[in-house]
């Protein structure tokens, strides 16, 4: 039996991982759950430990994780985050951050210019390096002197490895986004690498941009992207602003990949969401589509396309959360998924 490990973690974390959980039920597939309910915030402040050497060992012992969100307001500024989630994807080398972003419903985009709605295209982050590589220190703390640096990592293995990622991700076009005008040392790394990359495939429409035109073109158009490939903390960025372009945070999914293992952490891209954890409000649908990747992911591609058509429908229905313009709580929401698997 294919077992998977699930963290649910905190605030809505818990909510929006049952409705994931209760998806892939509905599809038996003999699927074992091993769930890490201990792996939250309250157990962090209690013990000061977030994830144990046993629960990594289940965890990488696992076909795949199923992730909530992890993130309280209780454990903000502690290295909370970083011990769960960023150890994961740093110790278990997931070095791909893929977070496909697609339009579920032509009203939901803040875009409405005709033929400007057809949103279908991924972020592609670096994972494992950048500013998030945890190199960096602190002067004269407290004091009016203080200083703070965090240095951003760019090596030539990370940088190469994601953008061969992206390229064999796309059938179309790839854009490699980088701010090398003005952080010149990591920027030259991106940008060789990149050419290099560019040379081997001149079947894809390859381009350039600085991130912060970055942001105005998908603001400005999204459908001119297919895969956007970039940094560790720009992937961040964009990958938020992409996902409320299409219709909104909830609803917008990841995998952390390693795609030479095949290991992946599966997770909505957005988090705990304290400010609505506990009313039923939260949308589960990015949780919801994070489990079709990893359907996908198993081999079980009839199972993952059904999960999209059944999502796209309860949209279209407007059988969905608040967020996104419907009326039903998460379990509701869930629920009219699943009734249109059947
Ligand atoms: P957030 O993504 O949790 O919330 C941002 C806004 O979007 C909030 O207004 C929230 O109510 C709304 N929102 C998010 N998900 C939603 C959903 N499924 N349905 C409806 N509305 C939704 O970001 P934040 O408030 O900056 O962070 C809260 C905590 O989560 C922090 O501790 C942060 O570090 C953590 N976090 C964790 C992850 C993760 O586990 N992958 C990702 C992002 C943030
Ligand atoms: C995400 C989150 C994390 C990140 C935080 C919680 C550390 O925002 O997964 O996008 O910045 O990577
Ligand atoms: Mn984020």
Same mark, same amino acid.
């Given at each position: ?29 003999? *699927?074992?759950?091993? #769930?890490? !309910?201990?792996?939250? =915030? %309250? $157990?962090?402040?209690?013990?000061? +430990?977030? /994830? ?13 994780? *199923?992730?909530?969100? #992890?993130? !309280?307001?209780?454990? =903000? %500024? $502690?290295?909370?985050?970083?011990? +769960?989630? /960023? ?256």
């Amino acid at each position: 039996m294919t077992r998977i490990t699930v963290i649910p973690g905190d605030g809505i974390g818990p909510e929006v991982t049952e409705q994931a959980l209760l998806v892939l039920g509905a599809f038996g597939l003999g *699927l074992e759950l091993d #769930v890490l !309910d201990h792996v939250n =915030a %309250g $157990t962090f402040l209690e013990t000061g +430990v977030a /994830l144990s050497e046993v629960d990594l060992k289940r965890i990488t012992g696992s076909a795949g994780t *199923l992730l909530g969100a #992890v993130g !309280d307001p209780r454990a =903000a %500024g $502690t290295r909370y985050a970083r011990d +769960v989630l /960023l150890r994961l994807r740093f110790e278990l080398d997931l070095y791909v951050n893929y977070r496909p972003v697609r339009l579920l419903d032509a009203r939901l985009s803040p875009l409405r210019r005709a033929g400007r709605r057809e949103i279908d295209c991924a972020i592609v982050r670096e994972n494992t390096e950048g500013l998030y590589a945890d190199i960096g220190g602190a002067l004269r703390s407290r004091t009016e002197a203080e200083v703070a640096i965090d240095t951003e990592v760019t090596t030539h293995l990370g940088v190469r490895r994601v953008i061969d990622y992206a390229m064999s991700a796309a059938s179309r076009a790839v854009c490699m986004v980088d701010k090398s005008n003005a952080v010149p040392n990591g920027g030259r790394v991106w940008q060789r690498l990149w050419r290099a990359a560019c040379a081997e495939r001149p079947d894809l429409e390859t381009t350039h941009l600085y991130v912060d035109v970055a942001a105005m073109r998908l603001v400005q158009d999204p459908t001119q992207f297919e895969v956007i490939v970039t940094n560790n903390s720009y992937g961040d960025i964009l990958s938020d602003l992409a996902a409320e372009l299409a219709g909104g945070l909830g609803t917008a999914a990841s995998v952390n990949l390693n795609p030479g293992t095949g290991f992946g952490l599966y997770e909505p891209v957005h988090g705990s969401a304290p400010d609505i954890a506990g009313t039923d409000t939260a949308n589960p649908i990015g949780a919801v589509l994070s489990a079709a990747l990893l359907l996908d992911r198993l081999g079980h591609r009839d199972e993952a396309a059904a999960v999209r058509a059944a999502t796209d429908r309860a949209v279209a229905d407007g059988r969905c959360t608040a967020d996104i313009g419907g009326s039903l709580g998460t379990r509701a929401a869930g629920e009219a998924i699943r009734d249109l698997l059947a």
